[in-house]
């Protein structure tokens, strides 16, 4: 014991740092927990980094972080280096086009899918009830007498931009309203794509009274068009964002309206079962889950009943 405490205090001062491969060939746990986003500068993702992190040093793992950019090939190269570095866990957003390997590489390994869900893979999906959370939101905004409700969503191609716009269908079809085209623009769930939406339904004539941005980082590509083109700013249009952040908070100086998602707590939950799982000693169960968590709805002074003035405009 004497010996190996020496070896180890000149290791020390020679800056030596143990192999974490060699240690997992020879059988040691891993304390590697890997988390795969698609997008690092959106802050709903910043978060789940953030809560990710917090997990793992509570538990001393250590988070090794990757981005995807939504690009599979991308995905794939990053699922393969996780994997070869023998992660006691892996926690994936997936994009919409996950490669067969990438499916493969994962099979094998203890995953969980986090907010998007590809049927690809065999694994426990810890995600958001988005049919329900769009559906509050677009139900405030109907019932303060919004009928040209703009809504800015994500595609059929992602679980969470199908959920989000049969929300907003739901909440309409339950008013026996028809859902107007012109009002929906679907795309990738960027910044990019919604400030461009954003700014095509600043144009319809009549014009839109309300807007919803079903997704975090649509939320600040709507903001952003709003801002260049001075709009909403005098109260003649009301808004409700997707997930909260500090920026949204003070946005226009009266906020602005979210739909509130509980990341911290989604994130921490599956990080904490990962870590679980790499740490039990007995099989791990087979049997995949589903968790839905549920959203809340944050008014501020974005949101505000259809005037007159606006009516007639």
Request: with cysteine.
């Given at each position: 014991l004497e010996t190996r405490r020496r070896i180890q205090r000149k290791a020390e001062k020679m800056g030596?740092?143990?192999?974490?491969?060699?240690?997992?060939?020879?059988?040691?746990?891993?304390?590697?927990?890997?988390?795969?986003?698609?997008?690092?500068?959106?802050?709903f993702y910043s978060?789940?980094?953030?809560?990710?992190?917090?997990?793992?040093?509570?538990?001393?793992?250590?988070?090794?972080?990757?981005?995807?950019?939504?690009?599979?090939?991308?995905?794939?190269?990053?699922?393969?280096?996780?994997?070869?570095?023998?992660?006691?866990?892996?926690?994936?957003?997936?994009?919409?086009?996950?490669?067969?390997?990438s499916a493969r590489f994962l099979s094998s390994t203890n995953t969980a899918q986090l907010i998007r869900k590809s049927e690809r893979l065999n694994s426990d999906w810890y995600g958001i009830n988005d049919i329900d959370a769009v559906k509050h939101a677009t139900d405030c905004l109907l019932d303060l007498g919004h009928r040209r409700?703009?809504?800015?969503?994500g595609e059929d191609s992602l679980n969470s931009g199908h959920d989000r716009y049969r929300g907003y269908i739901s909440a309409l079809e339950a008013r026996s309203m028809q859902p107007d085209p012109e009002l929906i623009r679907r795309g990738p769930p960027r910044a990019t794509?919604?400030?461009?939406?954003?700014?095509?339904?600043?144009?319809?004539?009549?014009?839109?009274?309300?807007?919803?941005?079903?997704?975090?980082?649509?939320?600040?590509?709507?903001?952003?068009?709003?801002?260049?083109?001075?709009a909403g700013s005098d109260n003649?249009?009301?808004?409700?964002?997707?997930?909260?952040?500090?920026?949204?908070?003070?946005?226009?100086?009266?906020?602005?309206?979210?739909?509130?998602?509980p990341i911290s707590e989604i994130a921490g939950d599956l990080?904490?079962?990962?870590?679980?799982?790499?740490?039990?000693?007995?099989?791990?169960?087979?049997?995949?889950q589903s968790l839905l968590y549920d959203s809340r709805l944050i008014l501020r002074g974005s949101v505000h009943p259809l005037t007159t003035k606006v009516n007639a405009s």
């Open positions: 030596y740092v143990a192999n974490a491969a060699a240690k997992s060939v020879r059988g040691k746990q891993s304390t590697l927990i890997g988390l795969l986003i698609p997008d690092i500068e959106n802050s978060r789940i980094a953030k809560a990710f992190s917090d997990a793992c040093n509570e538990h001393r793992f250590q988070l090794a972080l990757a981005v995807s950019d939504d690009d599979p090939e991308i995905e794939e190269r990053h699922i393969r280096e996780l994997v070869e570095a023998r992660c006691a866990g892996i926690a994936i957003v997936p994009s919409p086009g996950l490669s067969k390997q409700i703009g809504l800015i969503c794509f919604a400030r461009q939406a954003a700014h095509a339904l600043l144009q319809l004539d009549p014009p839109v009274t309300a807007m919803l941005a079903a997704g975090a980082g649509l939320s600040e590509g709507m903001l952003n068009a709003l801002a260049h083109e001075g003649s249009l009301s808004l409700i964002g997707y997930s909260d952040s500090n920026a949204f908070r003070w946005w226009g100086n009266a906020g602005l309206s979210v739909v509130d998602l990080c904490l079962k990962l870590i679980q799982r790499a740490t039990s000693r007995e099989p791990a169960d087979q049997a995949t």
